[in-house]
Antibody, heavy 117, light 107 residues
Framework: EVQLVQSGAEVKKPGESLKISCKGS????????IGWVRQMPGKGLEWMGI????????RYSPSFQGQVTISADKSISTAYLQWSSLKASDTAMYYC??????????WGQGTMVTVSS | EIVLTQSPGTLSLSPGERATLSCRAS???????LAWYQQKPGQAPRLLIY???SRATGIPDRFSGSGSGTDFTLTISRLEPEDFAVYYC????????FGGGTKVEIK
């Protein structure tokens, strides 16, 4: 079964760092783009950026450039989204999604990140 | 960056009725790179349509997509109870973006 499994919910304080993960299985992880999507509470979907695990080619949405870092470790079929200094406004659900069979057809279950003092 | 505007914001319909959702782009989008997603509360989005008009695997044929250039449409021919949800369009070219969403609610 082709799937993406994300790491569990996180509760952090402002200023802390965080790295969440998205592990692919059931397909050739290095051959398909993986994107990250933010959904703030009660709001719509926001595109953050995308990575090609085969060569780590990474592209960011202008809104998220410099705010987060997207990376991948192809040896363990895992993509990452990380922050160096969290803010309360980073509180959101974060999804990874793979462009496998047309558009982004494989989605992770989401990782809820809560940033609160 | 291409801005996608979806309308209406909310669509109130009854089961069995036809739903027509609009997605307008600020500049031309290659039809190959226009998708529609459905999201229900507490769930990840699900791909419905890619390439403007191709149904994703397992998607019922009551869902159809059309359009080109800057104007795209998602049509649900006859609403089933499970179709009441939020729908997003996305252009997934070189710098992807989502529309703001249309909520289809029960009238």
């Amino acid at each position: 079964e082709v799937q993406l499994v994300q790491s569990g919910a996180e509760v952090k304080k402002p200023g802390e760092s965080l790295k969440i993960s998205c592990k692919g299985s059931g397909y050739s992880f290095t051959s398909y783009w993986i994107g990250w999507v933010r959904q703030m509470p009660g709001k719509g979907l926001e595109w953050m950026g995308i990575i090609y695990p085969g060569d780590s080619d990474t592209r960011y949405s202008p809104s998220f450039q410099g705010q987060v870092t997207i990376s991948a470790d192809k040896s363990i079929s895992t993509a990452y989204l990380q922050w160096s200094s969290l803010k309360a406004s980073d509180t959101a659900m974060y999804y990874c999604a793979a462009d496998y069979g047309g558009a982004f057809d494989i989605w992770g279950q989401g990782t809820m990140v809560t940033v609160s003092s | 960056e291409i801005v996608l505007t979806q309308s209406p914001g909310t669509l109130s319909l009854s089961p069995g009725e036809r739903a027509t959702l609009s997605c307008r782009a600020s500049q031309s989008v290659s039809s190959s790179y226009l998708a529609w997603y459905q999201q229900k509360p507490g769930q990840a989005p699900r791909l419905l349509i890619y390439g403007a008009s191709s149904r994703a695997t397992g998607i019922p044929d009551r869902f159809s997509g059309s359009g080109s250039g800057t104007d795209f449409t998602l049509t649900i021919s006859r609403l089933e109870p499970e179709d009441f949800a939020v729908y997003y369009c996305q252009q997934y070219g070189s710098s992807p973006s989502f529309g703001g969403g249309t909520k289809v609610e029960i009238k």
